[in-house]
Every structure is written in C-alpha cells, then in structure tokens.
C-alpha cells in the first residue's frame, strides 16, 4: 500500500525558479522523510521532519509538515538543472509496533537551464 | 565510508527462469530492506530485516520471492520462478537501526523478464 501521494506528478519549471511540490498521507506518523531520485540511480535522503515539528530547512530545501491536514510540502529554492530527478516522500506507519516504511509515486521535476 | 552495495546492476532472464540479487549494506547498520520500485512508481517495501531476523515481509510474494540475511550482514533476494510483473528495479537499503531512520540506498538491480 503506498500511504504518501505527491502532487504534481510531474513539474517543469526554469532554472532559478522556485519549485514546490506536495505529499498527503492518510494515517498518523512519527516522522516524514523526503528522497530524490536521479534517473536510474538509487534513493538519496534529502531530509527528515517529525510529527512534532512545523518546518524544517536544509540549504535550499523548506519542508512543512501539517499533521492536522495530513499533508507537508518540499520547497526548492532557487532551482538548477541539477535539482531535476524524481522526489518522495516516505512516512512510517506502525502496525503492531513494527516501523514500515511507505512510498508515494513521487513528483517527477524538470529544471531547464 | 563505503555505499550499500549492490550485484548485478542489470538481470535479463527469461519468465519461468530464477533469479538472485546479491546486497551488502553499509558497516554497523543493522537494519535492511529490500524494495521493488516498478516503472514510474514509488518503492515498494517487501521486507525489512533487523539483524538476520525478518521484522516484516507482508509484502513479500512468498510463493516465489524469498530473502535471508543469514549472517546479519549482507542479504540475497531470490525470485524463483519469475514472471513478465517481476520487471522492475530491487533496491536495497539499509540503516542504522530500524524506528524512523534515514535510509541509505544502492544503486539497485534492473531486472528485465521477457
């Protein structure tokens, strides 16, 4: 089951603009992680916020975290052609305690230089 | 400080054919997961290992995939017999310990089922 759903599914934007893109989840979570994927390569973790906190910054990257909308955004400031890749959001759930992590199908962003 | 590691980058088998994916997760990280990310889709977890112990394999297609992590180190996914559905890319990722921790992920194996 995939809990967390990005929106858009895909984003083009020009270098230098500001990309935004959203995930909502259905259940209560301890934490939300963002990932970027590059065209056939792996998973890179981008950055963590939990339940407790609002937002979070990492260099050019602003996560928002809404636990009564079920929902947080990725902001990217500032795009470069180097930022185009596919973006996740994973969340936990915890049936009996165990942590499972769970994917959404991602945004898929395309910054032209 | 070296990546998780994974064998073969690419598999072509033919359906019906097994097929066994090798993995071996960064030092001291205990915990380790398998996923099957289908074109255009998020990945899918189909099981977690901490230590050598399973912590959850409910996504796990048990009639035809199954894993170990015998010694609580490195871990093989093995898919016998494949099916045309089974084409996707099998990342593996590991992390410290299991409970909301970052993960870190292998370059994962394109397998392709004709």
């Known amino acids: 089951s995939q809990q967390g759903e990005e929106d858009p599914q895909a984003l083009s934007i020009q270098e230098g603009e500001n990309a935004t893109m959203n995930c909502s989840y259905k259940?209560?979570?301890?934490?939300l992680q963002w990932y970027r994927q590059n065209s056939g390569r792996g998973l890179v973790h981008l950055i963590l916020i939990r339940s407790n906190e609002r937002e979070k910054h990492s260099g050019r990257l602003r996560v928002t975290l809404d636990t009564s909308k079920k929902s947080s955004s990725l902001l990217i400031t500032a795009s470069r052609a180097a930022d185009t890749a596919s973006y996740f959001c994973a969340t936990d759930e915890e049936p009996g305690g165990s942590y499972i992590p769970t994917f959404g199908r991602g945004t898929s962003l395309i910054v032209h230089p | 400080e070296a990546g998780v590691a994974q064998s073969p980058r690419y598999k072509i088998i033919e359906k019906r054919q097994s097929v066994a994916f090798w993995c071996n997760p960064i030092?001291?990280?205990?915990?380790l997961y398998w996923y099957q990310q289908i074109l255009g889709q998020g990945p899918k977890l189909l099981i977690q290992f901490q230590n050598n112990g399973v912590v959850d394999d409910s996504q796990l297609p048990k009639d035809r995939f199954s894993a170990e992590r015998l010694k609580g180190v490195d871990s093989t996914l093995k898919i016998q017999p494949a099916k045309l559905e089974d084409s996707a890319v099998y990342l593996c990722a590991s992390s410290l310990f299991a409970g909301q921790e970052t993960q870190y992920f292998g370059p994962g194996t394109r397998l392709l089922v004709l």
């Open positions: 259940t209560s979570i301890n934490n």
């Open positions: 030092s001291g990280h205990a915990t």
